[in-house]
């Protein structure tokens, strides 16, 4: 459904997974919200779900290694995500940029200097999430954001 000129879509593909998609014309350029999303400590401004973000590394200057955490809400855990992100540019001025989630191997989290898991946190898992922003001629932007992703963990 549409609020506040943000169209969502959700589907729950297979067992535990989920999967969003959504979509809005913001009245910013595409470098203004690259700079924006990029800036680890603006999720904690954007999202008050949000506890902690950080980059712990980065690849090129356009893949970016972040660990963040959220709150849980009773009576589901707190959760945490380890992701890599890559941010391009297409050839007709949009940007593009995937991640997901990486640690799943053994020795990556130390090979990487990320985060090991913890109790106080249930470790998430980012099959795919994906920004597309395309600047519009009129001024402005169109975003669309996809994700599919499993909590992890159970209810109590």
Do not use: N
């Not at 980059?55 to 890599?84: E, I, N």
């Not at 090979?111 to 994906?130: C, I, N, W």
Request: proline content about 5%.
């Amino acid at each position: 459904g549409a609020k506040e000129g943000v169209t969502r879509y959700t589907k729950t593909p297979m067992g535990s997974r989920v999967a969003a998609r959504g979509e809005a014309v913001l009245p910013y350029s595409a470098e203004q919200i690259v700079w924006f999303l990029s800036d680890t400590t603006t999720q904690i401004e954007m999202d008050d779900m949000v506890v902690t973000a950080r980059s712990f590394a980065c690849a090129d200057g356009r893949t970016y290694f972040d660990h963040l955490t959220y709150k849980g809400v009773w009576p589901v855990q707190a959760r945490d995500f380890t992701l890599m992100a890559r941010w391009a540019r297409t050839a007709d001025g949009a940007y593009v940029a995937g991640s997901q989630s990486i640690g799943d191997g053994p020795g990556t989290e130390q090979l990487l200097d990320a985060p090991l898991p913890s109790r106080k946190y249930t470790r998430g898992r980012l099959f795919m999430g994906g920004w597309c922003l395309r600047p519009l001629e009129e001024g402005g932007c169109r975003v669309t954001y996809m994700v599919e992703m499993d909590l992890c963990g159970s209810l109590p």
